[in-house]
């Protein structure tokens, strides 16, 4: 079965604290991709970033950075020095080809940044 | 601007009745995904099309159907309405149909049911 987990529910930290997210997922697919939307409070899905299951290679775009692990089946996110405007929701998913070309999203974490 | 048009934006109806929700996708794009985000299920994929075809299908009812018009536009009908399909309704459109295209999202109807 598919599925992608993020433990973390709520997460709350002070401007300039570096945090990360966590992204767990199951897949019996080789070929799968990997995303990372934001949802901010006004409500719509804003795409980050997509891997796909043969780059291992981490990723950095300016304070974000994202760690892909196969051996550990992890996609997590780490935003470097916190900002009030990264108070969001973030989601991971995982789209596989099996059974129709359909994105399966975590339940996501809420991330609260205070001045 | 995403370039995915979801209307209306807002919708509030009561159970029992029936609604459609409309879909533009962004120009070029041939695919259109619908997803209903609720707070107790999150995102849950309901359907996708494919340039007018259906390709695959997730956790929608039966009540609920959708189809993609030659024009490209999307849209979902909600029949019978219930309390618990208030929820968020998200379409997003792809380039093709496959798994290696990444979606982008419109930003949502907001369906309220009473």
């Known amino acids: 079965a598919q599925k992608v987990t993020q433990a973390q529910t709520e997460i709350s930290v002070v401007e300039k604290e570096d945090v990360t997210l966590d992204c767990v997922y199951e897949?019996?697919?080789?070929?799968?991709?990997l995303f990372w939307y934001k949802q901010p409070p006004s409500g719509e899905l804003v795409f980050l970033i997509r891997?796909?299951?043969?780059?291992?290679q981490n990723e950095i775009s300016g304070r974000y950075s994202w760690n892909f692990q196969k051996s550990t089946s992890s996609f997590n996110f780490t935003i470097t020095a916190s900002q009030v405007v990264d108070s969001a929701v973030y989601f991971c998913?995982?789209?596989?080809?099996?059974?129709?070309?359909?994105?399966?999203f975590g339940a996501g974490t809420r991330l609260f940044v205070k001045a | 601007d995403s370039g995915v048009t979801q209307t209306p934006k807002h919708l509030i109806t009561a159970t029992g009745q029936r609604v459609t929700l409309r879909c533009s996708p962004r120009?070029?794009?041939?695919?259109v995904y619908w997803y209903q985000q609720s707070l107790d299920q999150g995102l849950q994929f309901l359907i996708q099309?494919?340039?007018?075809?259906?390709?695959a299908k997730g956790n929608i009812l039966e009540r609920f159907s959708a189809q993609q018009f030659p024009d490209l536009h999307s849209e979902l009908n909600l029949s019978s309405l219930e309390l618990g399909d208030s929820a968020l309704y998200f379409c997003?459109?792809?380039?093709?149909?496959?798994?290696?295209?990444?979606?982008?999202f419109g930003s949502g109807t907001r369906l309220t049911v009473v």
């Open positions: 997003a459109s792809s380039a093709g149909g496959g798994s290696s295209y990444g979606y982008t």
């Open positions: 891997r796909n299951s043969f780059d291992e």
């Open positions: 998913a995982l789209r596989i080809s099996t059974g129709g070309f359909k994105t399966i």
């Open positions: 099309y494919y340039n007018g075809e259906e390709r």
């Open positions: 897949t019996r697919d080789t070929t799968y991709y």
């Open positions: 120009s070029g794009d041939l695919s």
